[in-house]
Nanobody, 115 residues
Framework: QVQLVESGGGLVQPGGSLRLSCAAS????????MGWYRQAPGKQRELVAA???????KYADSVKGRFTLSRDSARKTMYLQMNSLKPEDTAIYYC?????????WGQGTQVTVSS
């Protein structure tokens, strides 16, 4: 069983920064596929960034150059550093892991970018 717990969301002004954390427990390994998704009101959930086997495999075009995914395998924690935030980044951000073809999700953390 895998559990994912996000933290670090909040309210920030445009141009500001936030760092999200995803603490994992259970059968998570350094090579496990993990990622960050987000869902804005009235929109579908979308992939923000993903990592597999220690290699970052995907950044959404809308966040390239502003967001950075990283992972501390020893602490089983994944991070999303978000800089130069824009109002359109407002969404609930979810941590995701895929282990043995099973999808696991965290409860989500709200990020609101507004002046």
């Amino acid at each position: 069983q895998v559990q994912l717990v996000e933290s670090g969301g909040g309210l920030v002004q445009p141009g500001g920064s936030l760092r999200l954390s995803c603490a994992a427990s259970g059968s998570i390994f350094s090579g496990s596929a993990m990622g960050w998704y987000r869902q804005a009101p009235g929109k579908q959930r979308e992939l923000v960034a993903a990592i597999t086997n220690g290699v970052i495999t995907k950044y959404a075009d809308s966040v390239k150059g502003r967001f950075t995914l990283s992972r501390d395998s020893a602490r089983k924690t994944m991070y999303l550093q978000m800089n130069s935030l824009k109002p359109e980044d407002t969404a609930i951000y979810y941590c995701h892991a895929k282990i043995s073809q099973v999808n696991y999700w965290g409860q989500g953390t709200q990020v609101t970018v507004s002046s």
